[in-house]
C-alpha cells in the first residue's frame, strides 16, 4: 500500500477528528451487520439441523451451545480489554503499544483456546453431564461438541482479532469475514449433513464441521487480508516477539477482561433463572416467551453494536487525550439508541401479529400472550442500551468492576426481588414487568455512576517507554516458528 493510500486509510479510521455523530454512525453500523449476520447464521443452522436432523440433533446443539457461550464470553471479555487498550494507543499515535497489545492478547488467548480444546475434548462427556443432557441427546451432542471443541482456536482468534481492527476504527474488515464465515457454514451446512455431491453424509457432524471450516477460512482470510493491506496491527520482524504475552501484559487481559467476560456471564445467568421462572407458568406461556425471545434478540444488537463503538472511539479520544469528545460521544450514542431500538420496537409492535406467526403458526393460541408480554416488556430494551452506552463509555477507560456490580444487583436483586414479591397481586406479569424494573435500575445506577466522575480517573496499566520496548524484544528474541497471528 502507497503512503497516499495509507494516509487515507488512516483518516478513515481516526475517531479522534471530524464530526462525532457521523463517524459513529459509520463505525457502528458494520458492527450491528455482524450481530445480525451471526444471530440469523445460528437461527439457519437451527433450521437445517431441526429439519434434517430431528428434536433429538436440535437438542444436541443446544447443549453444546451453552458451553460455547461460556468460551465466548470469556474470551470476549479479554478482547475488549485488548480492545480498550489498542484504542487508546492508536489515539495517542503510538502504534507501538497498540501492537504490543494486539499481539499479546493473540498469543494470550491462542494459548488460552488450545488449552481449553484438549480440555473440552476429554472432557466433553462430563461436560454434557454437568448440564444433564437429556439420554436420547448424548451422543450427538458429544459429537458435535468435540468437533466444535476442535475449531474453537481458529474460532476464538478470528473473534479476538476483528475485536482488536475495531480498536483501530477498522469496523469495515471485521463485516467483510463475517460475511465470509457466514457464508461458507450456510453453504457447507446442509451439503455436509446430508452429504450432497461428492461429500459424505455426516449428520449433526457435518454441521459441526461446517462452523469449524467457516472458522478456519474466515481466519486464514482476515490474517491475509491484515498482511496485504498493510493494516496497523500486523506483526513484522521483532515485532512477532509481542506474541509472547508479559506477565504485565497478562495481568491486564486478566484483571481488566474477566469482569468483562462476566458481565455476559452474569446476563446470561440472569436468562437461564427467567426462563426457569417462565417455564413454571406451562406451555402455551413458555412457547409464547420463545417467540417473543427470538424478536428480543434484535432488539438487543443496537446497544451491542453502539456499546462497542462508543467504547472505542471514546478510547482513542482519551488516549489523545480529548475529553472534551468523550462526553459528546456518549450524547451520540444515546440519540442514536434511542433512535434505532425505538425505531426497531414501534415495527416490531406494529406488525407483531405476522412476526409472531413465524415462530407460533397463526392460530397459535401462544400469539396473543406472547403480544401481551410485549407490550409490557419491550420498551425495557431502550433503558438497558442506554445503560449500555454508559458502560462502553466507561470501560473506554478501563473500568469494568463497577458495571459488573450494577449488573449483578440490577439483574439479580431488583428484578427478581419484584418477581417475588409482585407475583402474588400480579400472577405472571411480574415476570414481564420485572424486566423493565430491572433494566430501569441498571439505567439508574449506570447514569450516577457516570455522573459522580471517578471513572476518568481510572488508569489502564502503564505503557513502557520506547526503550523498554526494544529490551523486552531482546530479550525474548522472535519466537521459532511463530508468524503473526495464525491461531
Known sequence: MNRGAQGKDRARRDLTQGP?????????????????????????NAIWVGRFLGERALAATANANIIMFLMFSIVFGFGMAATVVIA?????????????????????????????????????PALLRLLATPAEAFDPALVYLRVIFVAMPATLLGVMIMMGLRGTGDARTPLIFMFVSVGVDMVL??????????????????????????????????????????????????????????????RLLLGKGLPMGLQMIVMSA????????????????????????????????????????VSAMAAQNIGAGQWDRVGR???????????????????????????????LGSGSPAVPVA????????????????????????????????????LIFALFVVRLGFY???????????????????????????????????????????????????????AEGEPAGRIAPTG
Open 270 to 309: 440472569s436468562g437461564l433463572v427467567m426462563i426457569g421462572l417462565v417455564n413454571r407458568e406451562g406451555l402455551v406461556v413458555t412457547a409464547a416467551y420463545g417467540a417473543a425471545q427470538q424478536l428480543w434478540t434484535y432488539l438487543q444488537m443496537p446497544a451491542m453494536a453502539l456499546g462497542g463503538a
Open 20 to 44: 462525532i455523530g457521523p463517524a459513529l454512525l459509520l463505525f457502528a453500523l458494520p458492527t450491528l451487520g455482524s450481530n445480525i449476520l451471526q444471530s440469523l447464521n445460528g437461527s439457519i
Open 329 to 359: 460521544i456518549t450524547s451520540y450514542g444515546l440519540a442514536y439508541l434511542l433512535l434505532v431500538t425505538g425505531a426497531m420496537i414501534a415495527v416490531m409492535l406494529l406488525f407483531h401479529e405476522a412476526l409472531l406467526a413465524l415462530f
Open 88 to 124: 487508546q494507543s492508536y489515539g495517542a499515535r503510538d502504534m507501538v503499544s497498540a501492537r504490543r497489545a494486539f499481539g499479546s492478547a493473540v498469543g494470550f488467548c491462542t494459548m488460552l483456546a488450545l488449552a481449553v480444546a484438549l480440555a473440552g475434548w476429554l472432557g466433553a
Open 371 to 406: 403480544w401481551h408480554m410485549q407490550l409490557l416488556a419491550s420498551w425495557s430494551f431502550v433503558l438497558f442500551g442506554c445503560a449500555m452506552i454508559f458502560f462502553g463509555v466507561m470501560r473506554a477507560n478501563g473500568v469494568v468492576v463497577g458495571p459488573l456490580l450494577i
Open 189 to 250: 451446512n446442509p451439503v455436509l449433513i446430508r452429504g450432497i455431491g461428492p461429500f459424505p453424509e455426516m449428520g449433526i457432524a457435518g454441521s459441526a464441521t461446517a462452523t469449524a471450516v467457516a472458522g478456519f477460512v474466515s481466519l486464514i482470510g482476515v490474517i491475509a487480508y491484515i498482511y496485504r493491506k498493510d493494516l496497523p496491527l500486523r506483526l513484522r520482524g521483532e515485532e512477532l516477539a509481542y506474541l509472547r504475552p508479559t506477565a504485565a501484559q497478562v
Open 420 to 474: 417475588k414479591i409482585g407475583y402474588g397481586p400480579l400472577g405472571a406479569d411480574a415476570l414481564w414487568l420485572s424486566f423493565p424494573v430491572g433494566s430501569g435500575a441498571t439505567l439508574l445506577l449506570a447514569v450516577a455512576y457516570y455522573m459522580q466522575g471517578g471513572w476518568k480517573k481510572a488508569k489502564l496499566l502503564a505503557q513502557p517507554n520506547e526503550e523498554e520496548c526494544r529490551e523486552a524484544i531482546n
